[in-house]
T-cell receptor, first 108, second 112 residues
């Protein structure tokens, strides 16, 4: 089965609201990657987290890696219509296994 | 650089037919993978390869074969297509040490 689980599966927000997706693993991860997939497109790499408790920011996006390296989150501040898409986390085993993804809809 | 190239982009098959989905990368990446994407299921790993001549199974390998005769190419074969294999298929490649994955544009496959 899936190595990592993501919640929520779907999220609808009004433009300007914040959004958070959570990624949880039953095992400790050496690192975690986040990807974004626009509707009709392919996944595109956003960021990689490696250290316990690590926090990284990309403009309005904030990524966190849990202290136990079993969970991670992506927070978007003041969503825009360009944020629409599905966000995936991926954790490595012998190859990368993806979470179920969170589909974000932004209502103008 | 073209990156990861997948062909065809769309395909319709009848149950029982066989076909090969092509994937090629020009980044000299050692690692290549095939994923399928179905609604609500995320991306599920079918097969992967850590180098030429080496392949291994992922989460959902049944009904699919792969080979890796060169670093550049990693074709995915459907031996006898079934409606349950209707999906979007993505090929990805990456370098060593957990480098980011680069994805192709996908193949949208329908099996009637």
């Amino acid at each position: 089965g899936q190595q990592v689980m993501q919640i929520p599966q779907y999220q609808h927000v009004q433009e300007g609201e914040d959004f958070t997706t959570y990624c949880n693993s039953s095992t400790t991860l050496s690192n975690i990657q986040w990807y974004k997939q626009r509707p009709g497109g392919h996944p595109v790499f956003l960021i990689q987290l490696v250290k316990s408790g690590e926090v990284k920011k990309q403009k309005r996006l904030t990524f966190q890696f849990g202290e136990a390296k079993k969970n991670s989150s992506l927070h978007i501040t003041a969503t825009q219509t360009t944020d629409v898409g599905t966000y995936f986390c991926a954790g490595p085993r012998n190859q990368f296994y993806f979470g179920t993804g969170t589909s974000l809809t932004v209502i103008p | 650089n073209a990156g990861v190239t997948q062909t065809p982009k769309f395909q319709v098959l009848k149950t029982g037919q066989s076909m090969t989905l092509q994937c090629a990368q020009d980044m000299n990446h050692e690692y290549m993978s095939w994923y399928r994407q179905d609604p609500g299921m995320g991306l599920r790993l079918i097969h992967y390869s850590v180098g030429a001549g080496i392949t291994d199974q992922g989460e959902v390998p049944n009904g699919y074969n792969v080979s890796r005769s060169t670093t550049e190419d990693f074709p995915l074969r459907l031996l006898s297509a079934a409606p349950s294999q209707t999906s979007v298929y993505f090929c990805a490649s990456r370098g060593q040490n957990n480098q980011p994955q680069h994805f192709g544009d996908g193949t949208r496959l329908s099996i009637l």
